[in-house]
C-alpha cells in the first residue's frame, strides 16, 4: 500500500510518500520517513495533543479517538497519531506543531567569525529531555565557537522523562541509547566533520537523559524510592578521547543542574541564592550559603504548553507574549509568524492578563461568557477553564517547593540575595507575568535574573578549568528534599492554588 504524508503549513507542498507490504503503525512511517514525530505523552494516548487528518484511507475508530476526539472532527478524518494502525493507501495530513524543531530561547550566542583551529577545542553538551544543545569550545579561553542545537528524537517516545524510563523498560532502551547519540553524531558532524569524537567532550543532562545515553539501567528511576543506577561522574579517557559525564545528586536532581550550579559558584557566588530551572519538571537549589537544600517539583507540562487545547511547544508560530487592555487581546509569535497556539511564557502572559482584566477570578474560574467555549486568544485559539487549573497546579508546586525549601534552611525568604531561573522557559518568561501568578515569592522578584542554559554554561567552564574538587564540594554539600514525603506540602499546595 502507498501512504503518503503532508506536513500542513510548509510551502510549497512537499509530499512524503512509503510503499509498505504490510499493516504499520502511523508513529512507524514517521520514523522510517525520518520524520521526527513529537507525541506529548509518548503515545499513551493520555494527552490527545497528537491528531492528524486522513485525507482519504482513514483508519477504523478507536476507543482513543473515540475519547479525545470530537465527533465532527472523526468524520472529518481526524485520528489520534500515536494510535493509528495504518492498512491501506491514504494521504495523512500532520499539524506542522508535531513535526517542528523547538525553538531555545536560551541558545547561546557562538562568535562564528573566530577560525576552528581543531587542535584546540572541546566539545560542550546538554542532553536536554527536549532540545541537546552543543557548543564547541576554545579549550584555552572558553569562547564560544560554534554552537548548534536540535530536538532531542527520544521525543518520539515521549515529552517527559517518566515516558521515556516505561519506554526503557518496554524494551526500547536501545532504541533511546541510539536516537540520542545519532543525535548527537549528527550534531557533531555537522559542526566538525567526521573527527568530532577526537576532541574533549563533557556532557550534562538530567539523571534519566544521560543513563539513557550510557545504556544503564532505568528501572529503579520508575517508582519510589527512585534510586538510579550511578550518581556519579563517569570519565571514558582512552585513546585520543576524554568524554566525561557531570555527577548528579539524586534521580531528579541530575548532572545538568550540578553543572549550573557548577557555573554560578565560578561565575562569582552569591553568599546565597535560589535557583530554579524551569521545565516539565521543575528543579529548585536553594543555596543558603552552608548547603545546597535541593528538590524537584512535579510541575507538569503545562508551563511547556502541552496538554492544554491549544497549546503547543516553543516552535514558530507559537504565540510568546500576551497582553490584554480594554478587552482587547495583543500578541507575539515566535518567528513572527502566523498564530498556531500558544507556548509556555504565552499561558503564563495570558493568565496574568486574564486575571488583571478580571477575566478569571483568584481561583482562575472564567467569567461566565467565556465558561463553556474558553476565552479566545487569536483564530480557533482559546484558553479554557481546564488548561488555566493545570498552570495553577504547576505554579503551586513550584511556589510552595521553594517556600518548603526556605523553611527547611538557615535563612527567610527576603534574605536571599538572587533567584537564577535557568532554562529555555526561564529565558522567555515576562517576570511580572510569573510574578503575577505567584510563581515566585514576589520578594525574589526584583533579584530575578534569567540565566539560559546553565547546563551548557556549566560545562564550559569546566571544559576550562576542570575543577573536580569544586564538583565534589557541590555534592557533598548537597541534601534533597522530597516534597512527596513532606507532609506540609500538601497543605502549602492546596493553599497556593489561587492567584
Ligand atoms: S495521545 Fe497520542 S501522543 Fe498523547
Known amino acids: 500500500m502507498e501512504i503518503k504524508i503532508v506536513i500542513d503549513g510548509i510551502e510549497p507542498e512537499k509530499e512524503y510518500v512509503l510503499v509498505s507490504f504490510e499493516d504499520i503503525s502511523f508513529v512507524e512511517v514517521m520514523k522510517q520517513l525520518g520524520i521526527n514525530f513529537y507525541r ?24 482513543a479517538d473515540e475519547r479525545g476526539i470530537e465527533f465532527n472532527d472523526l468524520r472529518n478524518g481526524w485520528r489520534l497519531g500515536c494510535k493509528c494502525i495504518i492498512t491501506k493507501d491514504c494521504k495523512i495530513q500532520v499539524p506542522l506543531s508535531l513535526v517542528s524543531e523547538i525553538q531555545s530561547p536560551d541558545t547561546l550566542i557562538a562568535d562564528e567569525n573566530l577560525p576552528l583551529d581543531k587542535t584546540n577545542i572541546a566539545i560542550a553538551v546538554d542532553i536536554g ?21 536540535c530536538t532531542n528524537s ?7 522523562v517518566m515516558s521515556r524510563v516505561k519506554a526503557a523498560m518496554e524494551g526500547h532502551d536501545e532504541d533511546l541509547m541510539n536516537a540520542v547519540r545519532n543525535d548527537l553524531m549528527n550534531i557533531g558532524r555537522q559542526i566538525l566533520g567526521e573527527d568530532y569524537l577526537m576532541h574533549r567532550v ?17 528501572d529503579g ?3 519510589f524510592p527512585f534510586v538510579p543506577y550511578t550518581l556519579d561522574s563517569v570519565r571514558f579517557a582512552h585513546d585520543y578521547k576524554d568524554i566525561f559525564f557531570m555527577p548528579s545528586i539524586s534521580a531528579f536532581i541530575g548532572g545538568d543542574i550540578v553543572a549550573g550550579l557548577y557555573y554560578i559558584k565560578k561565575k562569582k557566588e552569591p553568599k546565597n541564592y535560589l535557583f530554579v530551572d524551569l521545565g516539565t519538571n521543575a528543579e529548585i537549589v536553594l543555596f543558603d550559603g552552608n548547603e545546597y537544600l535541593c528538590t524537584s517539583a512535579s510541575a507538569g507540562p503545562a508551563l511547556e504548553g502541552a496538554n492544554l487545547r491549544c497549546g503547543v511547544a516553543s516552535i514558530r508560530g507559537a504565540i510568546n507574549h500576551i497582553s490584554i ?8 509569535t515566535i518567528g513572527g509568524e502566523a498564530p498556531i497556539g500558544i507556548c509556555g511564557s504565552g499561558v503564563i502572559d495570558l493568565i496574568s492578563e486574564l486575571f488583571r482584566n478580571g477575566i478569571i477570578d483568584s481561583g482562575g474560574l472564567l467569567a461566565e461568557e467565556y465558561a463553556e467555549e474558553g476565552f479566545p486568544v487569536a483564530e480557533g485559539i ?20 521553594i517556600t518548603l525549601l526556605v523553611r527547611e534552611s538557615s535563612i527567610e525568604m527576603e534574605d536571599i540575595e538572587h533567584l537564577y531561573v535557568s532554562g529555555g522557559l526561564g529565558a522567555s518568561i515576562g517576570v511580572w507575568s510569573a510574578a503575577g501568578i505567584n510563581i515566585f515569592p514576589k520578594e525574589l522578584i526584583n533579584k530575578f535574573e534569567a540565566v539560559g542554559n546553565t547546563s551548557l554554561l556549566g560545562n564550559i567552564a569546566f571544559i576550562t578549568d576542570q575543577d573536580e ?26 493553599e497556593n492554588l489561587t492567584l
Open 154 to 160: 527520544q521525543t518520539g517516545y515521549g515529552a517527559d
Open 129 to 149: 529531555t527536549t532540545t541537546i544543545a552543543a557548543a564547541v569550545v576554545d579549550l584555552h579561553t572558553g569562547k564560544i565557537l560554534r554552537q548548534k542545537n
Open 202 to 218: 563533557v556532557i550534562a543532562g538530567n539523571t534519566v537523559m544521560t543513563h539513557l545515553f550510557l545504556h544503564y539501567p532505568v
Open 382 to 401: 482559546v484558553i479554557t477553564g481546564e488548561d488555566i487549573q493545570q498552570v495553577l497546579l504547576a505554579k503551586s508546586a513550584i511556589y510552595s517547593a
Open 40 to 63: 506529548p505523552c509518548g503515545g499513551a494516548g493520555k494527552c490527545m495533543s497528537c491528531a492528524v487528518r486522513f485525507a482519504y484511507g482513514a483508519p477504523e475508530i478507536t476507543s
Open 469 to 494: 574538587d569544586a564538583l565534589k564540594e557541590i555534592k557533598e554539600k548537597s541534601r534533597v528534599i522530597y516534597m512527596a514525603t513532606n507532609p506540609d506540602f500538601e497543605k502549602l499546595f492546596l
Open 221 to 223: 528511576m520508575a517508582k
Open 325 to 332: 487592555s480594554h478587552g482587547r487581546v495583543k500578541y507575539t
